[in-house]
């Protein structure tokens, strides 16, 4: 089990939800799950967002595998200058 | 090893040390070629017509006269982009920016622009286009832009963010909210509590080279784009977006660049010098004026803060609260998932340890230029907001600023204040460095003030492409598609000649134009050396497979037994002793024979660039009379991973001070009643000169990033952060009253003491 | 208009405008673009050259004014393949990053030490505070100009000592 959170401007697309757990063993498989069952995610997804797990942040590696108990917390995706 | 991007710990060769740049000899003789040193033959010159208006409809845009003038080719305005994103609401934005449709925005906002054989017959064309204004209400103050009775910019923006949508639309694009705990339980604990007001002006990068491009689009539907960017890809596939090209077909080769620090990570006006030269068919090239960079190129965001820190008697923070406003220019954030103010929230408390805090942005558009990234973009100002409230609760329970700070600092396994826990991070490590720096046992006089003031910013990696080729005679190329803004190539030319155990010398970076590399992201959030350098690492580690390989087939032995150590192949086993190890040159040469030309290719997404925090100290004397400051001395003292060179990071570190200092002291956007621009030039938008500053200290720390094989965090980007609040902090210690706007200029200093009677 | 004149020791012809700025009339006319434009306005040093010796903002002079006159830019600096020691400084100090700055620092820097072989880190600072850098915070520049001006007056100090051993 991974236990999500959302800041607050994924709220509204998660129906007031700020934090949940899923089972997911990769950011693919998590990200995979929650757009099915919060489609309006999605927008949120392609306009860019980042992940982190245990800490370390994710913009692009869907990839990572996340370790069982893991916390997840989905931001938005910040640039630089 | 392969693309295991773990730290490694190994000794360096090459490494940290302070070899020559590539392009320093180019550089200094005035051989390198930037933005607008470029030109095509039978090139035309493009200029634009702007906006003198905040907010304006277009009734009536008649370029007839302007088009039938002897030796115009081609004007553009709306009516020659039709929208071609497809939905896509960023992408829209970048159009509508670039050339107003049916409505100006902002005081410079494009109309219309013009492409002829000279500069004097475009300046006649753009004189003889007609324009009818029909003069709309404006606001470009943040707080004026956020009450009920503003103009409204957009009237299909709707506050995203609200648990439900509102029923009108708003100024207010977006709102954020980042924390944990309760606040409101935590400031009833509280002993202490401090509540504070701030505002910052809009300042902008500076960068001393104008925006400047050549452009080429053929009938054809293919296109050349020379320019000064932070990155061609992603300009090459805005054009090519906006004027409905095929990507592969546009290439966009990047100039030296004259500076951008997140300028020219956005695209202004290339997209019209592109649909300038295909109506024209010829080549068009522009060349901004510094004018219409400050009033038509991104700057950053003004602000308006509130800060409330509790804390307990023993100097514990039990509770932190911040609302955020930011304007983000005329239009919403760049890429929407990413508003400004957000950004500001999720930064705002990131040094310190919070058992109850709570963060909100309120994003806003007003009618001003569209607000573009600027150095660990939108951090200073919270950074300002948040560090001096912290030194103002420090002395509320009676400790030194830097003492308070130690206590409550970030350390690894704190949970930041925008959700994640951290890794290991240099907070804590900075603030020692700090205690420990002789600066703060400097002595003080009469009407000087030292300040300390902590930063941070997040890193990031992005995706890269790179290709290192090996010649003949054992040199070596490597290609980057990440743009060299300040001795990259020197750094990455330094990782290469490590993982191959050559000589420096005997590495030679380019950056790659689109056509030659997939794609690469901008050069931006400090990623430059971080994430090209990490593929170069993985693109050597397969060269050098490539090498044992030709190795291999040269003794004939098989590849298990053949080792790469020192640039040199050796046998592993013993029964082989009679073979003398192979240097690389020699491999080369023998390679025509052994299976063609030796490469390596790395495309990655390297992730995780490691968090970076500073802290800086800072000494200033005010002149009670006239409200001046000068900065006595500065020191920064900032956590960069593992310095690759360290005469660079340190030019960065005091680079971003300086900028820093700049817009703490001196820099603001200044608009008139009438929704103007008063000050776009260097005259009267002071940016620091040599003779403002002292030499500028600084101390690396390195504390190696678990996630690249040399440790390397980024660390172009923090030294901006700390110095509103550094100098803020100094400026009230020295006058003994809180300074709550920025910039701090002599007119506020004065006003300031006149207000609290002194 | 026709326009003859000296620039870095060589006799150059060019034709332009009454109105066209030096600066222009450099980069466009005569190909010199290492002589940059950062305001056009007098204010950021970018365009920096000497007119008869004399430091000026290109972007305020005409390309008229150069008519018999002797100009020198960043292009004349080096000899042969030799840099000049304020060129080789800059490099070995990183005193640029972008390096767009760097031109018209040099230019300025060269003015002030024949003027003043040997200024304090005030007098640097006061005499290059018409240059505008936003990369370096100028901490690394000054550091070249002061290892330039050291350097120089000791190349100075040789020249005297030969000149008198061979009288
Ligand atoms: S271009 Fe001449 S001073 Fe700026
Ligand atoms: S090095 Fe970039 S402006 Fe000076």
């Known amino acids: 089990m991974v236990s999500v959170t959302f800041i607050s401007t994924f709220r509204p697309a998660l129906g007031g939800a700020d934090a949940l757990e899923i089972e997911a063993k990769t950011l693919r498989e998590l990200m995979r799950k929650l757009v099915k069952k919060y489609p309006r995610l999605q927008k949120h997804i392609d306009e860019g967002i980042a992940l982190a797990v245990d800490g370390e942040i994710y913009r692009d590696n869907w990839d990572v595998e996340i370790p069982d108990g893991s916390e997840v917390y989905l931001m938005p995706r910040i640039q630089g200058g | 090893m392969g693309n295991d991007p773990s730290f490694t710990n190994q000794k360096f060769k090459v490494i940290g040390s302070r070899v020559q740049r590539p392009d320093g000899v180019d550089k200094v003789t005035g051989r390198a070629r930037y933005g607008a040193d470029h030109n095509a033959p039978g090139q035309l010159v493009g200029l634009f017509l702007r906006s003198p208006h905040a907010h304006a409809r277009i009734t009536r845009l008649d370029t007839a006269r302007a088009e039938k003038l002897s030796g115009v080719k081609a004007v553009i305005t709306s009516d020659d982009l039709p929208d071609l994103t497809n939905g896509d609401a960023t992408a829209y934005t970048i159009l509508e920016n670039c050339m107003a449709r049916g409505r100006a925005l902002y005081d410079g906002h494009a109309v219309a622009a013009v492409a002829a054989v000279d500069e004097q017959t475009a300046k006649k064309a753009l004189k003889l286009i007609k324009v009818t204004y029909e003069v709309l209400p404006h606001v470009t103050d943040v707080d004026e832009a956020m009450k009920p009775d503003a103009p409204v910019l957009h009237d299909h923006i709707y506050t995203a963010g ?17 924390g944990h705990g309760d606040v409101d339980k935590g400031f009833a604990q509280a002993d202490v509590i401090v509540e504070q007001s701030y505002k910052t002006e809009q300042t902008h990068q500076g960068y001393i080279e104008p925006h400047a491009c050549v452009a080429s689009a053929s009938p054809d539907g293919t296109g050349e784009l020379w320019v000064t960017t932070q990155g061609h890809f992603h300009y090459r596939s805005v054009c090519a977006t906006l004027l409905g090209m095929d990507i592969a077909k546009l290439k966009v080769t990047s100039s030296e660049i004259g500076g951008g620090f997140g300028g020219k990570t956005h695209v202004w ?27 038509a190129s991104g700057p950053t965001s003004s602000t308006s803060i509130d800060v409330k820190i509790g804390a307990k008697k023993d100097g514990r923070i ?6 955020l406003r930011y304007q983000g220019g005329a239009f919403p954030g760049y890429i929407p998932g990413m508003p400004w103010a957000a950004i500001g929230a999720m930064t705002a408390f990131t040094s310190y340890k919070l058992p109850n805090v709570k963060s909100v942005g309120y994003d806003v558009v007003v009618n001003r230029p569209k607000v573009a990234a600027y150095r660990a973009p939108s951090a200073p100002m919270a950074s300002f ?36 826990v951290y890794g290991p991070i240099g907070i804590g490590a900075t603030l020692e460095a700090v205690k420990d720096h ?27 492409c790179t290709d290192i080729n090996i010649a003949t005679d054992g040199t070596v190329t490597v290609t980057v598609g990440t743009i060299d803004v300040g001795g990259a190539r020197a750094s990455l030319s330094l990782i290469a000649a490590e993982e191959l155990g050559v000589p420096y010398e005997q590495v030679k970076a380019h950056i790659g134009d689109t056509g030659s590399l997939g794609h690469n992201d901008t050069t931006e959030g400090s990623r430059g050396t971080f994430s090209s350098g990490m593929a170069i690492i993985f693109a050597a580690r397969q060269a050098i497979d490539v090498l044992r390989e030709r190795a291999a087939i040269m003794w004939e032995i098989p590849v298990e037994d053949v080792i790469w150590e020192d640039g040199h192949a050796r046998p592993r086993l013993k029964k082989y002793k009679k073979l003398k190890p192979l240097s690389l040159a020699a491999i080369a040469a023998a390679s025509p024979t052994t299976g063609g030309p030796i490469a390596g290719h790395n495309e990655s997404v390297p992730d995780n660039a490691g968090v970076s925090f500073a802290s800086h100290i800072c000494d200033v004397e005010v002149d009670p009379e006239t409200g001046a400051t000068r900065i006595l001395r500065y020191t920064v003292v900032q956590d960069a991973g593992k310095a690759i060179h360290p005469t660079y990071v340190e030019g960065q570190m005091q680079g971003g001070a300086a900028q820093g200092i700049g817009w703490a002291l001196n820099e603001e956007y200044i608009y008139g009643e009438d929704g103007r621009l008063q000050n776009p030039g260097f005259l009267d938008y002071r940016i620091p000169v040599c003779s403002d500053l002292p030499f500028i200290d600084t101390q690396i720390l390195e504390i190696p990033n678990p996630n690249h094989p040399y440790g390397i965090r980024g660390v172009g980007e923090t030294s901006i952060v700390p110095p509103l609040a550094a100098i803020g902090n100094a400026i009230s210690n020295a006058v003994g009253v809180r300074m709550n706007h920025v910039p701090m200029s002599p007119p506020r200093i004065l006003k300031a003491i006149e207000e609290a009677g002194g | 208009m026709l326009v003859s004149t000296t620039i870095n020791g060589d006799v150059v012809e060019f034709a332009c405008p009454p109105e066209e700025t030096l600066l222009t009339a450099l980069r466009d006319r005569v190909g010199l673009t290492g002589v940059k434009e950062g305001c056009g306005t007098g204010d950021c040093g970018a365009c920096s050259v000497t007119l008869d010796g004399r430091l000026v903002c290109s972007c305020l002079v005409l390309g008229a004014e150069a008519q018999g006159r002797e100009i020198a830019t960043v292009e004349g600096l080096a000899e042969g393949e030799k840099l000049h020691p304020l060129q080789q400084n800059f490099i070995d100090h990183a005193a640029l990053q972008c390096g767009i700055c760097t031109p018209g620092f040099l230019m300025a820097a060269k003015a002030l030490l024949e003027r003043n072989p040997n200024p304090t880190e005030t007098e640097i ?10 990369c370096t915070g100028y901490d690394k520049i000054v550091h070249a100009v002061q290892a330039s001006a050291k350097e120089l007056r000791q190349l100075d100090k040789k020249k005297q000592r030969r000149k008198k051993s061979k009288k």
Request: aromatic share 8%.
């Open chain 2, 162 to 178: 609200l648990p439900r949508k509102p029923r009108k639309p708003s100024n207010v694009y977006n709102v954020a909210e980042f």
């Open chain 3, 125 to 134: 600072r006061y005499a290059l505070a018409g240059n505008l850098c936003r």
């Open chain 2, 438 to 464: 002789p600066h703060m046992r400097a002595k003080l006089k009469k009407n000087q003030g030292r300040g300390i003031a902590c930063g941070f910013w997040f890193n990031f990696g992005g995706q890269t």
């Open chain 2, 385 to 420: 907001a948040v560090e001096s409230t912290i030194d103002m609760v420090a002395a509320k329970v009676g400790m030194k600023p830097l003492d308070f700070r130690i206590m409550n600092a970030a350390k690894k396994g704190t949970r930041s204040s925008f959700g994640p």
């Open chain 2, 318 to 323: 039990i509770a932190a609260f911040a609302a």
């Open chain 2, 269 to 295: 006006m290339e997209p019209i010098a592109l649909a300038l030269s295909r109506k024209a068919n010829r080549p068009v090239k522009v060349v901004m004026s510094r004018e219409e960079v400050f009033r």
